[in-house]
Structure formats: structure tokens, C-alpha cells
């Protein structure tokens, strides 16, 4: 079931900066792990960054580790994340979901629900 509602992406060159939200109205983000995830075409699905909604504890991609945030704003129900130094290899459809049995990210494994319809974000010269 798609609740989430990813935003934020365009078009940037290399070396940019994009902020992405994602929001779901109804759901109570500070209930839950958060994830971001990518998927560029013809590769896998990549989990990019989680935020811990216990503890405030985040994970990160390794290659984005050093450039990319993930940060939450309770009161308006939304988590971002910010994404700096762009690359090419950054382009993708961006998605957020919610592990629903956790308040603490892990990297491996999780029941990841709420998948929005991902926003996409395109680098290029």
C-alpha cells in the first residue's frame, strides 16, 4: 500500500546540491525507521540512508556517506534528505519507506512498507 509521498527532485549538474521530502500524511513518521532508497535503471535498488526515530542514530550508503543527510522535522511530519555534491552516478528515482516492526535503523534485513512512487532526480552536464 503507497503512502509516502517522495519530492523534491529535478534536474542538477554535477557538483549540486537537492533536497528531497518525503511525507505521508495520516502515518506518524517519529513512530519509525525511515529509509531512503534508490534505484537507477537497469540496476538494483539501493538502500541509500535510514534515521532512527529512537534514538536519532542514521546510517548511510558508503558512497554517499561523506555528501548526503538524513534529518527528520517532527512537526511537520516529514524527513529530508539532503544531498550535496551530486554525481552522475546519483541518478536515480529516489523512494522513502518506513520499516514498520523497527523505531531503529539496521541495514540489513527490515519489513520496509509505505513505498511512495519515488521522485527522481537526474544528474547531468
Known amino acids: 500500500q503507497v503512502q509516502f509521498v517522495e519530492s523534491g527532485g529535478g534536474l542538477v549538474q554535477p557538483g549540486g546540491s537537492l533536497r528531497l521530502s518525503c511525507a505521508a500524511p495520516g502515518l506518524s513518521l517519529d513512530y519509525y525507521a525511515i529509509g531512503w532508497f534508490r534505484q537507477a535503471p537497469g540496476k538494483e535498488r539501493e538502500r541509500v540512508s535510514c534515521s532512527s526515530a529512537s534514538d536519532g542514530s542514521t546510517l548511510y550508503l558508503d558512497s554517499v556517506k561523506d555528501r548526503f543527510t538524513i534529518s527528520r522535522d517532527n512537526a511537520k511530519n516529514t524527513v529530508y534528505l539532503q544531498m550535496n555534491n551530486l554525481k552522475p552516478e546519483d541518478a536515480a528515482v529516489y523512494y522513502c519507506?518506513?520499516?514498520?516492526?523497527?523505531?531503529?535503523?539496521?541495514?540489513?534485513?527490515?519489513?520496509?512498507?509505505?513505498w511512495g512512487q519515488g521522485t527522481q532526480v537526474t544528474v547531468s552536464p
Open positions: 519507506a518506513a520499516d514498520i516492526e523497527r523505531r531503529r535503523c539496521q541495514w540489513v534485513g527490515g519489513t520496509w512498507n509505505y
